[in-house]
C-alpha cells in the first residue's frame, strides 16, 4: 500500500492544522467576559463552531497544499495523467456528512434558544424604552422607579419588556451574550440572569439614525442590598422638586426626554445645537433668516421640531413626538409644565 504514507501524513496535518487554526481563532476573536448564565450554553457554541471551522479549513487547506506539493509533475515527465470520472462514495460521504453536521447544529441551537426564552419562577421585570438616542428603565416592582442605568441585583433572571418610541433599536449587552430588537408598536422580550457584580456598557445594535453610535447606557449588576439602595434613589420623582429649574434638569436627562443625549450644556455641538447661552441667542437658520431664542421659538422647537431649522444642522433629526412623550410623562408622574421647566433649565445655562 503506497497510498498509507499519504494518508498517514494528510491526517497528521490536519489534527495539526486544525489545533493551530484553533489556537490562532482563540487570539484572533476572543469575546468579551462571559456574565450571564445564558453566557455558558452560547459559549459552548461559539467553541463547537469555532473547532469545526479550524478543522474544515484546516482539511481543506492541508489536502490542496499536500497534492500541489507532493504531486507535482516531476521533470522529464510527459505523461498524461489518469483520467477520474467522480467517486460515488466520496460524493455521497461529503454529502451526508455536512448535511447531519449542519442539522445537528440546528437541533442543538433549538434546545439552546427554548431554554434562553423560558420563564423564571422568580424573575423580576423591568420595563425597558429606547429612543432617539437614549434609553432608560423602569421598574414596576418598585413603584416604577426610574433610571437612565439599568441597575440589576446578582444571580436574579430577568425578564426585560421593551418599547421603542420611535424607530427600531436593538438591546445588546455583549459580556451577557443575548441580544434583542426594540421594535416601535410592539412589546419584545428578552431573559438573562447576571452572574458577576460589575459595570458593563449597552449598546444599541440597530442603525437607528445619526447619534446610533452614542445610544449607550451604563449597566451595573449589584449586590441585593445595594440593589435596594438604588431603588430607594430612583424613585424619585422630580415632579416634586421646588425649582422649576431643577425639575428641568431631570426632565432632560436620559431617564426623562433624553434631550441631554444630542444637545449639550457645555458649548460642543452634538447632533442638536447646545444649550449653553442659548436663551437670547442670534440663532442663522437653514433658510437665511435670523432668530432670536425666547420661550416661543423653544416651545415651538420641541413640539414641532423641523419649523426652523439651525444652519449646520438638518431637519428630520430630532424626534417629532416630544408632544405625546410630555404629555404621558405630565400624566404618569403629576407634573404640571415640563416644556415651562424645560425652559426654566436653559434659562440658566449662561455663562
Ligand atoms: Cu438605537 Cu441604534
Request: glycine content about 6%; charged content about 20%; hydrophobic content about 45%.
Amino acid at each position: 500500500m503506497k497510498n498509507t504514507k499519504h494518508f498517514v501524513a494528510v491526517i497528521i496535518l490536519v489534527i495539526l492544522a486544525t489545533v493551530g487554526l484553533r489556537l490562532l481563532f482563540s487570539f484572533m476573536f476572543q469575546l468579551p467576559t462571559p456574565a450571564s448564565e445564558e453566557a455558558i450554553p452560547i459559549d459552548i457554541m461559539f467553541n463547537v463552531h469555532f473547532w469545526l471551522i479550524a478543522f474544515l479549513f484546516g482539511l481543506i487547506m492541508v489536502i490542496m497544499l499536500y497534492s500541489a506539493l507532493v504531486f507535482r509533475r516531476q521533470p522529464g515527465d510527459e505523461e498524461d495523467a489518469p483520467h477520474i470520472h467522480g467517486n460515488a462514495t466520496l460524493e455521497i460521504v461529503w454529502t451526508v456528512l455536512p448535511t447531519i453536521t449542519v442539522i445537528g447544529f440546528g437541533v442543538w441551537a433549538v434546545g439552546v434558544l427554548q431554554d434562553l426564552v423560558k420563564p423564571e419562577p422568580n424573575e423580576m421585570v423591568v420595563h425597558v424604552t429606547g429612543r432617539q438616542w437614549s434609553w432608560s428603565f423602569e421598574y414596576p416592582e418598585d413603584d416604577n422607579a426610574r433610571s437612565s442605568q439599568l441597575t440589576l441585583p446578582v444571580n436574579r433572571p430577568v425578564l426585560l419588556e421593551m418599547e421603542a418610541e420611535d424607530v427600531l433599536h436593538s438591546f445588546w449587552v455583549p459580556e451577557f451574550r443575548v441580544k434583542q430588537d426594540l421594535v416601535p408598536g410592539q412589546v419584545t422580550h428578552l431573559r438573562f440572569t447576571p452572574t458577576e457584580v460589575g459595570s458593563y456598557t449597552l449598546r444599541c445594535a440597530e442603525i437607528c439614525g445619526t447619534s446610533h453610535a452614542y445610544m449607550l447606557a451604563q449597566v451595573n449588576i449589584v449586590s441585593d442590598s445595594e440593589f435596594a439602595a438604588f431603588i430607594e434613589d430612583a424613585k424619585d420623582n422630580p415632579a416634586q422638586y421646588e425649582l422649576a429649574e431643577e425639575r428641568g434638569a431631570a426632565w432632560s436627562s436620559n431617564e426623562y426626554l433624553g434631550c441631554a443625549a444630542c444637545h449639550s450644556i457645555d458649548g460642543s455641538a452634538l447632533a442638536g445645537p447646545t444649550w449653553l447661552n442659548i436663551m437670547g441667542r442670534q440663532e442663522q437658520m437653514d433658510d437665511g433668516t435670523t432668530i432670536t431664542v425666547d420661550e416661543a421659538y423653544l416651545r415651538e422647537s420641541i413640539l414641532n421640531p423641523n419649523a426652523h431649522i439651525v444652519a449646520g444642522y438638518n431637519a428630520n433629526v430630532m424626534p417629532q413626538n416630544f408632544d405625546e412623550r410630555i404629555a404621558t410623562l405630565e400624566a404618569d408622574l403629576g407634573a404640571q409644565d415640563i416644556i415651562g421647566d424645560l425652559i426654566a433649565y436653559m434659562a440658566t445655562l449662561q455663562e
